[in-house]
T-cell receptor, first 115, second 113 residues
Framework: GQQLNQSPQSMFIQEGEDVSMNCTSS?????WLWYKQEPGEGPVLLIA?????ELTSNGRLTAQFGITRKDSFLNISASIPSDVGIYFC???????????????FGKGTHLIIQP | EAGVTQFPSHSVIEKGQTVTLRCDPI?????LYWYRRVMGKEIKFLLH????????ESGMPNNRFLAERTGGTYSTLKVQPAELEDSGVYFC???????????FGPGTRLLVL
């Protein structure tokens, strides 16, 4: 099946720093999604991207849909303690490994913030 | 509006036993998805229901897994008999329309000993 390569696997940063993470794929996707998961909860959608080249912001979060449709990045500016969690990228599209409508996920980026 | 709910939150069983997981989607959502995350790996799609019909079950690992959605409301995922490699977190998600946002439940953490 299709795979998404998400990096970095984990990040240890100081409060106030900016964060950047990305996902790449060998196949194209029609939609890129970024989710955040906190302990004991399910993934919560942060940003959805539907067009190649699209740049979308949600507060301190900014994500882009790569022009080749094979990659996406997520930036978090001025990190705060509540940003701690696992961030997942997910793709959906013609070559989604989960079938027509299932999402293909990356392995996640663990974000840890030191006050 | 209530979100996606899953029961139980945790389950610890012995190899060879049977476990049934339940998912209640957001009211009015026809699309229901099951996913699984095995420790250290990515979240993987298992199957997709549209109302009571299985639309895509290409991600189901083997015939020990049986998913149902009688009446098109809640869904159950039964594992029988459970094996050690079935341990992980099982997520359910629902969406109103086919291409709309999938909302995830909190997951069921299954440990098979």
């Amino acid at each position: 099946g299709q795979q998404l390569n998400q990096s970095p696997q984990s990040m240890f940063i100081q409060e106030g720093e900016d964060v950047s993470m990305n996902c790449t794929s060998s196949s194209i996707f029609n939609t890129w999604l970024w989710y955040k998961q906190e302990p004991g909860e399910g993934p919560v959608l942060l940003i959805a991207l539907y067009k190649a080249g699209e740049l979308t912001s949600n507060g301190r979060l900014t994500a882009q849909f790569g022009i080749t449709r094979k990659d996406s990045f997520l930036n978090i500016s001025a990190s705060i303690p509540s940003d701690v969690g696992i961030y997942f990228c997910a793709g959906r599209g013609p070559y989604s490994g989960g079938g027509a409508d299932g999402l293909t996920f990356g392995k996640g980026t663990h974000l840890i913030i030191q006050p | 509006e209530a979100g996606v709910t899953q029961f139980p939150s945790h389950s610890v069983i012995e190899k060879g036993q049977t476990v049934t997981l339940r998912c209640d989607p957001i009211s009015g959502h026809d699309n229901l998805y099951w996913y699984r995350r095995v420790m250290g790996k990515e979240i993987k799609f298992l199957l997709h229901f549209v109302k009571e019909s299985k639309q895509d079950e290409s991600g189901m690992p083997n015939n020990r897994f049986l998913a149902e959605r009688t009446g098109g409301t809640y869904s159950t995922l039964k594992v029988q008999p459970a094996e050690l490699e079935d341990s992980g977190v099982y997520f359910c998600a629902s969406s109103q329309d086919l291409r709309e946002t999938q909302y995830f439940g909190p997951g069921t953490r299954l440990l098979v000993l």
